[in-house]
């Protein structure tokens, strides 16, 4: 089953939003595994499951975190981008799936 990672500060809010892109991905009838991280542990996930990493999304609270972290995804040709800030502070699960979704098409 294909992952969409989001790495995060500390994936207390995160973890809300994740309740909202599961529920509406299982809405669509899609298959992911979709789970937040702490973005300290970014490195490690994909190094464990990259093969099976579609994207990652970052919170935008680690958004200055993007070029490096780019750099990590690249070595597995995973997309990668900062949530949307709206939709992450509106918890709008269906637009960061949406978000997810464009990445990898």
């Known amino acids: 089953m294909k992952r969409i990672v989001l790495a995060c500060s500390a994936g207390m809010s ?3 939003v994740v309740t909202k ?4 991905a299982a809405a669509r009838g ?3 595994k979709i789970y937040a991280i702490p ?4 490195r490690d996930e994909l190094e464990a499951f990259g093969q099976d990493v579609a994207v990652v999304l970052l919170g935008p609270q680690v958004r200055f975190k993007l070029t490096e972290n ?6 597995y040709q995973i997309p990668i981008a900062v949530i949307d800030t709206m939709a992450y502070g509106t918890l ?3 637009k960061v799936l949406d978000q997810a979704l ?4």
């Not at 892109?21 to 509406?24: A, L, S």
């Not at 973005?39 to 970014?42: K, M, R, T, V, Y």
């Not at 780019?70 to 070595?75: E, S």
């Open 14 to 16: 995160t973890s809300l």
């Open 21 to 24: 892109m599961e529920k509406e």
């Open 30 to 32: 899609l298959e992911y």
């Open 39 to 42: 973005e300290q542990n970014l």
């Open 70 to 75: 780019k750099k990590l995804t690249d070595r």
């Open 92 to 94: 709008n699960g269906a």
């Open 102 to 105: 464009g990445l990898v098409d």
